[in-house]
């Protein structure tokens, strides 16, 4: 069973910046679709940001420009760039990934079936 650990959260005021990471048991990130998603209080799941093949990203338009998805596939890890934070990323994040051969990223937390314990991101005005 692949298992996700993320690190990286905090607290940060707007304007600022983070770096969220995301280690796997395997080399998970070599051989399929890997997201981060977010979850607001009261608000939906959704897809932040995610990475296929050939490191073609895909991103929120609530975040591009802002965010930046990488990997490192001799570290098994995921990374998430957030610069210019705003009060309105506040949430738990949480990196995902699909099982080993699926490319594709749907938007869908339901399509992935690996996932981290979440991290917390908190900006204040």
């Known amino acids: 069973q692949v298992q996700l650990v993320e690190s990286g959260g905090g607290s940060v005021q707007a304007g600022g910046s983070l770096k969220l990471s995301c280690v796997a048991s395997?080399?998970?990130?070599?051989?399929?679709?890997a997201a981060w998603f977010r979850q607001a209080p009261g608000k939906e799941r959704e897809r932040v940001a995610a990475?296929?093949?050939?490191?073609?990203?895909i991103y929120a338009d609530s975040v591009t420009g802002r965010f930046t998805i990488g990997k490192d596939t001799a570290k098994n890890t995921l990374y998430l760039q957030m610069n210019s934070l705003k009060p309105e990323d506040t949430a738990i994040y949480y990196c995902a990934a699909r099982r080993w051969g699926l490319w594709d990223c749907p938007s869908e937390a339901v399509y992935f079936d690996y996932w981290g314990q979440g991290t917390q991101v908190a900006v204040s005005s």
């Open positions: 990475i296929g093949l050939r490191g073609s990203a």
């Open positions: 395997g080399n998970t990130y070599s051989g399929a679709c």
